[in-house]
Structures are given as C-alpha cells and as structure tokens.
DNA sequence: CCCTAAAGTGACACTTGTGTTACTTTGTTT
DNA sequence: AAACAAAGTAACACAAGTGTCACTTTAGGG
C-alpha cells in the first residue's frame, strides 16, 4: 500500500447501509456518502463506477453474510429448534428484505460489473429459499407445518412478518415474543 | 371554469400513486408526473406549490378513501365476518402501507400546507387504529382473539400480512386463502 | 534520499430537477 | 365581439448530482 486508506470497504458498506435505509435508492448519492465518511467523491469513484456498481457490490456482501447466518440452521437437529433459531436469525437481519428490495430498484445499467452482480444476486435469493426448502419440507413431512401453505409462502411469512414497524414501541422482549407467538399460532385464540 | 382541464385531481393523483409505487420518494419528480400526464411542469405548478405539498396532499386523499372503507367494519356483526371484511379490504387497500411508509419520508417542509398535511396524516394513522381498536377489544372479549397479544401489533400483524410480496406467482385465490390461513392459525399444523 | 504508485482532492463540463414568470390559449360572460 | 380569467406553455436562473482528470499527498522500496 502506497498511502493509508481513509476508509475500509466495511466502513464504506456500513455507510452505505446506513444512507440507503435512511435516503432509500433514488435519495442515495455518492455525495451523501462521501460527506458521512469525510472523504471527496473523488476517493470513492476510485473504487467504484458509480451508484450501480457500488449498491450492487454491497448488496451482494450483505446477502452473503445472510447466507451464511442461515446456513447455520443445517447445524441444528428439531424442528421447533429450527425454527426458533429461524426466526432469531431474521429478526438480526431485520433490515436485509427491505435491501433486497431496494436491490431489485437498480435499473438495468450500462454497467458491466452491476449487471453481473444483478444476476448474481437473483441467484443468491434462490440459492436462500433453496437453502430453506430443506427445513420447510423436513416440517412438513414431521407434520408439524401446515402443508396446505406453499413453501415459499412460509418463508414470505416469516420474513414479512419480523420486519413490522413498531409504531407504539412495544418493548423488544415482548415484542419478539409476541411475534413468535402469531408466526406459530395465528391471532386467533387456541 | 374559463378554459377545459387537461388532466382532473383523480387523475393526477392515480398518477401520483403509480409513480410514487414505480420510483420511490425520491425518485418521483414533477418531471415525472408531467410526462405522464402530457402537460407541461407548469401546469401542475398551477395547483401545488412542489412535491411535499402534492404528495401529502395525495397522501390525505388516499388515507381519507382508506378510512372509509374500514369503516364499513361497524355495519358488521359477529367476529369472524368482522375479520373477513377486514381482511378483503386490507387486500384490496395492499399498497396503502407502502405509500404510508413514503409518507414519513416527507421531510419537514418550509411549505406550511405541507407541515398542515403531514399533522392531519398522523391524525388520520392514529384514528384508524383507533377505529379498528373496537374490533380487536370485542374479539378478544369473547375469547377469539389471543389476548396476550398488543392490540396494536395484531393490527400491524393483519396489515403487513397482505403485502408479502408475490416473488413465486402463485396464483391470486390459493396466494390470499393461504395468508389468510397463515394470519388465523400461524404457520403451524393445527 | 528520491522515486514510485496508490490514495485522495478540487475543479470542470455536463445533466437533471426546481421554482418562477411573462406569455399564449381558450372557454365564458356581458 | 370584446374582455375576462382560468389553464397551460416555454424559457430562464438556479441548485444538486454525475463522471472525469490533472494534480497533490504520502508510505514504502531501491
């Protein structure tokens, strides 16, 4: 390394989460992030074409790192065990649908790394159902989930689901819980 | 009225709404509109003072439509055709939390129709909470609903329930049947 | 010690969006 | 048919974002 760099590659992800949960897409600029990290927008098209290639580069190292959390779900034997294990995993990454969302914004560019790392990034999203797929049909086949309700539909639910917004800030404990409570067993009373 | 209108407030504000569901906040620009609309930026100029005002404007509107459908709630008796109804109108209404979600990203305008607007819009948010607290108190009087849960969060549960997004087409009956299954009972087997 | 090369900067040219205003168009009124 | 007023347009000045490039800074190797 010639110079020291005034900023890491997770400090500029970390940034660039922040300001694009905040700003959302189109309200994301290079400007905005290059006045939070205190460096030129200079420093950052040195890395990075533009707007595209930056937001694609980092959704797909967000999306990995979720992969990785979920694959933990092979390490643990019982559904119920599974499941729990489930639903904390996708409330740690609470924020991860509304970036895939977000990640399905950018539009098809002229950009050749962005557009490979737009497919890449479709393929992930399979790659996590597929990954899911196992625990759903395992919970099917156990009897123990409804089998009437298309798999990709339960994990739609479950990801919806944790990502309520908490209007009246019920407290985290309860709120999780309470959660938990209406993924398992509906509103209804039992 | 001196010369014919090119485009009336429903059309604009059909516009609006796709256009804000399209782009996002941010990315929704007079430009946009106009376009859409095939009149010149000026001519909306005419009516709204910039985007803050148009949008809370619009936001009103949509939130006023939204509240008098779930209103139609107190014409209902019994419980489970209470929820029925309820839930038919949060599919038919699917995008209206989207669009409030944009609205919080207004940003406190120097506009003071805008400031004015944005008052009434939490009013409206809260009362329709308050207008479905009835529902809720009566279901878990008569033992339907599980009482342990937040009255607040089983409405929140309802309503980001119907917005899962449909990644894998299945089909619209079977798709709504399912969460409605889901939103009863839970994911589990019963 | 000086040269190299990566890291970073600042300014420039360009594009897109904003808000305003003088002007034109077009129904209605008298 | 003249005049009026609301509707709409086109152009201007400005602000903000984009992408680029010549230039400066700085750590390390010869």
Redesign the interface.
Known sequence: MARERKFSTDELFQATKLLLLK?????FTFSLLADYLHVSRGAIYKYYENKEELISEFMLYEMNEFLLDIKGIEQIDGFQDQLDFLIRIMFKNEKIQQLI?MGK?IPKSTNEKARVNKEKLDMLHLQMYHNLQGFVLKGKEE????????D???L??????V???N??D?PQT??VD??K??????????
């Open positions: 700003h959302g897409y189109e309200g969302e914004e009897k123990k989930l409804n089998a009437s309700i298309p990709g539909l339960i739609g639910y479950i990801f919806q689901s990502a309520i917004p209007h009246f019920i309860e709120w309470s959660i409570e209406m993924i398992c067993h509906g509103i209804l009373k039992r």
